[in-house]
């Protein structure tokens, strides 16, 4: 059985899940909460693939480069034979870039941008 998780990301870091410590995923994300952000325009974020995340590969991208994106929207979903994860915005901004590897993802690998707008 695949279990789903959501990966919520900011300026700071990942935002603690409850679904991720019960998986024991607890080193993935730090105790920070936070807001929804605004960016400057042509201020950007990277997100970067978790450093616990081996052997995910990207499953489905809900936005292509271009597009607006905003809080709580889902931008991709990731997932090894375990778990499928999902990667929800905090940003109102443009995605400038997305991984369009179909290779498994290794940790720190970039994974999407968003550009304020």
């Known amino acids: 059985m695949i279990e789903k ?16 410590l019960n998986i024991g995923l607890k080193g993935l994300v730090n105790d920070k909460v936070l ?3 605004r960016l400057k325009k042509g201020e950007e974020i990277v997100v970067v693939v978790p450093e616990n995340f081996n052997g995910f590969k990207v499953k489905k991208w809900n936005f ?4 607006i994106v ?7 979903e ?7 994860a ?8 443009e995605i400038s870039f997305k ?7 290794k940790p720190e690998e970039v994974l999407f941008k968003i550009k304020g707008i």
Not at 64 to 67: A, D, R
Not at 70 to 76: A, L
Not at 86 to 93: D, M, P, Q
């Open 78 to 84: 990731v997932e090894n034979e375990k778990y499928v």
């Open 86 to 93: 999902e990667f929800e915005s905090f940003y109102l901004g």
């Open 5 to 20: 998780i959501r990966i919520l990301f900011g300026k700071d870091g990942f935002r603690k899940n409850d679904l991720l």
């Open 99 to 105: 991984n369009k590897t179909e290779k498994p993802l």
């Open 35 to 37: 807001n929804t952000v």
């Open 64 to 67: 292509e480069e271009g597009n």
């Open 70 to 76: 905003d809080y709580s929207d889902i931008i991709c």
